[in-house]
Nanobody, 118 residues
C-alpha cells in the first residue's frame, strides 16, 4: 500500500520560512518524480514545484526563487523549503508521486496546512 505523509505545515508570519516534508512508503521512491501542489480556499489546486526521479527541478512562477524542492532517496522523502513566505502562499499543500516516464501524478498525500499571516 502506497502512502505519502506530509508534515511541517503551520502558522508563520509573512517573510518567514517553513520546511515541508513528505515521507513515502510502498513505492520504489528512486523511480518516481515528486511534486508539491497547493490549494487555497475557493481556488483550484495548483502546481508549486516538482523534482524528477533524476533530480531535475521545476517551479511555478509564483514561487520561483523563494521555494526549493529537494529529495533524499535514502529516506524516501521529498522536501519543500519555503522562504520569504507571503499571505498568498496560504493553502493546503499536497505532495504527489509520478512514476518515471509517465505524466500523471498517481499517488497523493492528505495535505498539510500552511498559513501565512500578514
Amino acid at each position: 500500500q502506497v502512502q505519502l505523509v506530509e508534515s511541517g505545515g503551520g502558522l508563520v508570519q509573512a517573510g518567514g520560512s517553513l520546511r515541508l516534508s513528505c515521507t513515502t512508503s510502498g513505492l520504489t521512491f528512486s523511480t518516481y518524480g515528486m511534486g508539491w501542489f497547493r490549494q487555497a480556499p475557493g481556488k483550484e489546486r495548483e502546481f508549486v514545484a516538482g523534482i524528477s526521479w533524476a533530480g531535475g527541478t521545476s517551479y511555478s512562477e509564483s514561487v520561483q526563487g523563494r521555494f526549493t524542492i529537494s529529495r533524499d532517496n535514502s529516506k524516501s522523502t521529498v522536501f519543500l523549503q519555503m522562504n520569504s513566505l507571503k499571505p498568498e502562499d496560504t493553502a493546503v499543500y499536497y505532495c504527489a508521486a509520478v512514476e518515471r516516464y509517465t505524466v500523471r501524478y498517481e499517488y497523493w498525500g492528505q495535505g498539510t496546512q500552511v498559513t501565512v499571516s500578514s
